[in-house]
């Protein structure tokens, strides 16, 4: 009978880590109705870069005795060009592949990746006594649009399967899942914090200026662990004129994956 891969390739800032958190929670009563999610290898939890260098043996050992594996991998999104060994691997093992992609309109990924350089480069900023090489919110926008190349990356995980990509909302994780998994039940409540939640705009530039500023390095720690506090406040540095000029700087993108894959990922209220 035909196995199932079932891909999540991303896109960061997508609600990642919140699809793998509750796969991770769910591992056991998933293993009853033939579904794996197989183990991540660190601390990440998603597992889905092995695929990188997969054989047919480490096929088989995905799925052990399981009729569908899940895979997921934030990192994934860029790496079609290095999946070429996909198609003919899963064709060789009986194997139906998915490829799963949950996109979010342009402006919300860089507020979570304005938030995710903070995060994952707070100690090189606070040494260097600047945030972000010394750059605006609006210059780092603009040098985020050169990195996101979302279309051409979509046409290469395109390439790895003869079906079409699954893409769909990130607000549409849960559903989407539970269709891909033949209504599999369940349970999606997880502690929030390890949902790897944004911090707001607002308090990354109250950061980056006090970096800028020459504040003590004890106050600037102080204002960073306060920052993880308040996640959940309202986020006066998501205004709605950077909305509409994210948006605008990223009209090329969208209407590219909008014309090539038939979907909308324009920001709507």
Same mark, same amino acid.
């Given at each position: 009978?035909?196995?199932?891969?079932?891909?999540?390739?991303?896109?960061?800032?997508?609600?990642?880590?919140?699809?793998?958190?509750?796969?991770?929670?769910?591992?056991?009563?998933?293993?009853?109705?033939?579904?794996?999610? #197989?183990? $991540?290898?660190?601390?990440? #939890?998603?597992?889905?870069?092995?695929?990188?260098?997969?054989?047919?043996?480490?096929?088989?050992?995905?799925?052990?005795?399981?009729?569908?594996?899940?895979?997921?991998?934030?990192?994934?999104?860029?790496?079609? $060009?290095?999946?070429?060994?996909? #198609?003919?691997?899963?064709?060789?093992?009986?194997?139906?592949?998915?490829?799963?992609?949950?996109?979010?309109?342009?402006?919300?990924?860089?507020?979570?990746?304005?938030?995710?350089?903070?995060?994952?480069?707070?100690?090189?900023?606070?040494?260097?006594?600047?945030?972000?090489?010394?750059?605006?919110?609006?210059?780092?926008?603009?040098?985020?649009?050169?990195?996101?190349?979302?279309?051409?990356?979509?046409?290469?995980?395109?390439?790895?399967?003869?079906?079409?990509?699954?893409?769909? #909302?990130?607000?549409?994780?849960?559903?989407?899942?539970?269709?891909?998994?033949?209504?599999?039940?369940?349970?999606?409540?997880?502690?929030?914090?390890?949902?790897?939640?944004?911090?707001?705009?607002?308090?990354?530039?109250?950061?980056?200026?006090?970096?800028?500023?020459?504040?003590?390095?004890?106050?600037?720690?102080?204002?960073?662990?306060?920052?993880?506090?308040?996640?959940?406040?309202?986020?006066?540095?998501?205004?709605?004129?950077?909305?509409?000029?994210?948006?605008?700087?990223?009209?090329?993108?969208?209407?590219?994956?909008?014309?090539?894959?038939?979907?909308?990922?324009?920001?709507?209220?």
């Amino acid at each position: 009978m035909t196995r199932r891969l079932i891909l999540h390739v991303g896109a960061p800032k997508c609600g990642s880590t919140y699809l793998q958190r509750v796969m991770l929670a769910n591992r056991d009563p998933l293993s009853s109705r033939g579904i794996v999610y #197989p183990a $991540p290898e660190g601390s990440h #939890p998603g597992n889905g870069l092995r695929l990188a260098g997969i054989d047919p043996a480490g096929m088989e050992t995905l799925f052990g005795g399981a009729r569908t594996a899940v895979l997921s991998h934030e990192d994934l999104i860029s790496l079609g $060009p290095r999946m070429t060994h996909l #198609p003919g691997l899963c064709a060789e093992h009986d194997v139906a592949l998915t490829v799963l992609v949950f996109l979010r309109p342009f402006c919300e990924v860089i507020y979570g990746d304005y938030s995710q350089f903070m995060k994952q480069n707070f100690d090189r900023y606070l040494a260097e006594g600047q945030a972000y090489d010394g750059m605006s919110f609006e210059e780092f926008a603009v040098a985020r649009r050169s990195k996101l190349t979302p279309t051409g990356w979509l046409n290469a995980w395109q390439r790895t399967t003869p079906l079409p990509l699954r893409i769909a #909302p990130h607000r549409r994780i849960r559903a989407t899942l539970e269709e891909v998994l033949d209504g599999a039940e369940m349970n999606w409540d997880i502690e929030a914090a390890s949902a790897n939640p944004s911090l707001r705009v607002c308090d990354c530039e109250d950061i980056a200026r006090a970096m800028q500023a020459g504040l003590r390095a004890a106050k600037i720690r102080e204002m960073y662990k306060l920052a993880y506090a308040k996640v959940a406040l309202a986020d006066h540095g998501r205004t709605e004129t950077r909305r509409v000029w994210l948006e605008a700087l990223f009209r090329n993108q969208n209407e590219n994956i909008r014309d090539t894959f038939r979907f909308d990922n324009r920001w709507a209220a």
